[in-house]
């Protein structure tokens, strides 16, 4: 019953059957400096504009977003630059494909202009959103608001503490992925403890915990975790997913989902089921169990089966 949870969590993405067994990374041989703007020499301003870009791979630059920068003119000015980058592109068993990167353009304003290297009032890496960011679907009121009432405000912290011990097993930042909004659920007769070694009332409360699914960014919109929903990731292309993925969230490494997590009486002990998956082979699914040490969630076992794609 999990095993087939797990699977469809990850079929979801479009995973490609097959991993490539030697990668040549894209190499930078030009990057060109963008004109001067109008304003030069006026502003006492530094900075960086990032843009994302597409390197295709017939040696041209694709679509460049610019990601973060001081105004649209000179945002432009470093798009247009970006397009003259000279590059080899990335190599995958031998051919040449697609791929995505973040790029960087430094400025100051009052002294050198593009390209300097004092970075003192540089603008901070913006933490990257999703567009269903947040309580934004009315369809969630009623039930988000009384799942958040049963809940309470202790265990949903709890909950969440839960979650950031997963993130923190699994080597993840909670500023470079997405959480699917719409939390993992199942229906199942089988009455079977998911982990044996957990008690079996964190069993029984992981099982009716997730009977139903959960607006995640509802119950945990305080967080300020980045969410993304089903339907807007069933919205990208089958053909080229990832590098749809990438151009519309070009600092997110990939998506990851979450049950509710399943609690004993006193909150001691927790299961939580979770996929996560980063394109090609990159993924990993498992229900894990958690323990509170020490004021410490660590983990301290598993459902008996993880799914590495």
Not at 2 to 31: C, D, N
Not at 243 to 253: E, K, M, Q, R
Request: with cysteine; hydrophobic share 35%.
């Amino acid at each position: 019953m999990k095993l087939f949870t797990h699977v469809a969590f990850l079929m979801l993405f479009a995973l490609p059957l097959f991993a490539s067994a030697q990668t040549t990374p894209l190499r930078i041989l030009e990057k060109p400096k963008p004109d001067l703007p109008k304003d030069y020499g006026q502003l006492d301003v530094q900075g960086v504009f990032r843009l994302s870009i597409e390197f295709l791979a017939n040696g041209m630059v694709g679509k460049v977003v610019v990601i973060s920068g001081l105004t649209k003119e000179q945002g432009q000015l470093a798009a247009e630059a970006a397009k003259r980058i000279r590059f080899e592109p990335k190599m995958e068993n031998g051919v040449k494909v697609t791929s995505f990167r973040v790029i960087e353009y430094s400025y100051s304003w009052r002294t050198c202009g593009w390209g300097c290297s004092d970075k003192a009032k540089t603008s901070p890496t913006p933490k990257p959103t999703a567009q269903f960011k947040g309580f934004r679907d009315s369809r969630y009121g009623r039930e988000c608001i009384e799942a958040r009432d049963a809940a309470g405000a202790d265990e949903l912290s709890d909950e969440w503490e839960v979650y950031q011990a997963l993130m923190k097993e699994e080597g993840l930042s909670e500023s470079h992925i997405l959480i699917q909004d719409d939390s993992l659920s199942f229906e199942s007769t089988d009455d079977s403890l998911i982990i044996p070694t957990a008690a079996v009332a964190t069993n029984t409360d992981y099982r009716e915990k997730n009977r139903m699914e959960y607006s995640l960014s509802c119950l945990f919109a305080s967080k300020g975790a980045s969410f993304i929903t089903r339907a807007e990731i069933q919205s990208l292309p089958e053909r080229g997913f990832w590098n749809a993925f990438h151009l519309s969230h070009p600092l997110t490494f990939g998506v990851l989902g979450l049950s509710r997590v399943g609690f004993n009486s006193d909150r001691t002990e927790a299961i939580v089921d979770f996929g996560f998956s980063c394109g090609g082979l990159c993924g990993h699914s498992s229900v894990w169990k958690f323990t509170k040490i020490d004021g410490q969630w660590r983990k301290t076992g598993s459902s008996g089966f993880d799914i590495y794609s």
